[in-house]
């Protein structure tokens, strides 16, 4: 039997205000996410694969897009903190704002802080194989280019975050879209 590192109230409370979980949800997590790393030789965080097997997730590209949103800080191990805000995101009560800014980061796989049309096609195909589909070629680029043609304000080929907020804000589908959790 590991030792497990306990939760304060406090911290309970500040994540609680800060993901628009309940405590009880918070709390629900942290057993989760204690359990995983009990499993693990390194106690620091969750590492990709583990985080995988907490969540019961298939191992893919939508995996790895949604562990490296997660992952904040890019130190390739998730925080509690960081779990909690990622968990958060799939609730519908995370205010749209970081929702949207969460959906960017899942975009945006290079985190240069630009979508290219190689990352919407590599998503939106992912997230079709996903689902035990074969993804045509003809259709990833007709909503690829309708996505551009849609966002793509000043026409450089590249959605910016602030392009991506004007895009949502007119198509909320396109978060709900990719809520892979149901
Ligand atoms: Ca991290
Ligand atoms: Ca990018
Ligand atoms: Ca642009």
Same mark, same amino acid.
């Given at each position: 039997?590991?030792?497990?590192?306990?939760?304060?109230?406090?911290?309970?409370?500040?994540?609680?205000?800060?993901?628009?979980?309940?405590?009880?949800?918070?709390?629900?997590? =942290?057993?989760?996410?204690?359990?995983?790393?009990?499993?693990?030789?390194?106690? %620091?965080?969750?590492?990709?694969?583990?985080?995988?097997?907490?969540?019961?997730? %298939?191992?893919?590209?939508?995996?790895?897009?949604?562990?490296?949103?997660?992952?904040?800080?890019?130190?390739?191990?998730?925080?509690?903190?960081?779990?909690?805000?990622?968990?958060?995101?799939?609730?519908?009560?995370?205010?749209?704002?970081?929702?949207? =800014?969460?959906?960017?980061?899942?975009?945006?796989?290079?985190?240069?802080?630009?979508?290219?049309?190689?990352? &919407?096609?590599?998503?939106?195909?992912?997230?079709?194989?996903?689902?035990?589909? =074969?993804?045509?070629?003809? &259709?990833?680029?007709?909503? %690829?280019?309708?996505?551009?043609?849609?966002?793509?304000?000043?026409?450089?080929?590249?959605?910016?975050?602030?392009?991506? %907020? =004007?895009?949502?804000?007119?198509?909320?589908?396109?978060?709900?879209?990719?809520? &892979?959790?149901?």
């Amino acid at each position: 039997m590991g030792c497990c590192p306990s939760i304060s109230r406090k911290t309970i409370k500040e994540l609680s205000k800060e993901s628009s979980l309940s405590p009880e949800e918070i709390k629900n997590l =942290h057993v989760n996410y204690i359990s995983a790393l009990e499993r693990m030789e390194d106690k %620091t965080g969750l590492t990709s694969s583990s985080f995988q097997e907490a969540l019961g997730l %298939t191992a893919g590209e939508i995996m790895e897009r949604i562990f490296r949103a997660f992952d904040l800080d890019d130190d390739k191990i998730l925080s509690f903190r960081e779990y909690v805000l990622g968990v958060a995101f799939f609730s519908t009560r995370l205010d749209l704002e970081r929702r949207i =800014h969460f959906a960017f980061a899942l975009f945006d796989r290079n985190k240069d802080g630009m979508i290219d049309e190689d990352e &919407v096609r590599s998503i939106l195909k992912a997230a079709i194989e996903q689902t035990g589909k =074969h993804a045509d070629d003809r &259709v990833l680029k007709n909503v %690829t280019d309708e996505m551009f043609s849609a966002g793509d304000r000043n026409k450089d080929n590249l959605i910016s975050e602030e392009e991506f %907020t =004007h895009l949502i804000m007119k198509n909320p589908k396109i978060i709900d879209a990719l809520s &892979v959790f149901k």
